[in-house]
């Protein structure tokens, strides 16, 4: 682990006054932070590609659309992610329930739109 990183845990430690957890909890955390900053990535990486690689739509600024769309998804998840981590770290080190993430639904609401938006394309728009 880097210095910032057992800064930030002395940081924890300090503020929460809550025990050194079980490391398998700690690690199972680190495991969640570095899933959700792959799902950002990710979602970077199909924007581009979107933006890039795929041929224009007969819908004016789709391809546009849906590429802004993954990468301002990306930005949230980025932003988002370190500040769960260390509020569901913060509760392991006190014993606490864990916070619950408002990113998963919003996550799940903006791909499912981005999956139909991108189904009727396919489907009645084509490419230009």
Do not use: K
Not at 46 to 66: C, K, W
Not at 96 to 104: H, K, T, V, W
Not at 106 to 124: D, E, G
Request: proline share 6%; charged share 15%.
């Amino acid at each position: 682990m880097s210095r910032r990183g057992r800064g930030d845990e002395r940081a924890l430690a300090g503020a929460d006054g809550g025990a050194e957890p079980d490391y398998r909890f700690t690690l199972a955390n680190e495991r969640t932070f570095l899933a959700w900053v792959r799902t950002g990535v990710s979602l970077l990486a199909a924007a581009v590609a979107v933006r890039q690689l795929v041929p224009p739509f007969s819908v004016p600024y789709a391809r546009e659309v849906l590429a802004a769309v993954c990468a301002l998804l990306a930005f949230v998840i980025a932003v988002r992610a370190y500040p769960h981590w260390r509020r569901a770290q913060s509760a392991i080190r006190r014993g606490g329930p864990l916070p619950a993430s408002r990113l998963l639904p919003l996550l799940a609401a903006v791909l499912a739109a981005v999956a139909a938006f991108t189904t009727v394309l396919v489907w009645v728009g084509g490419t230009a």
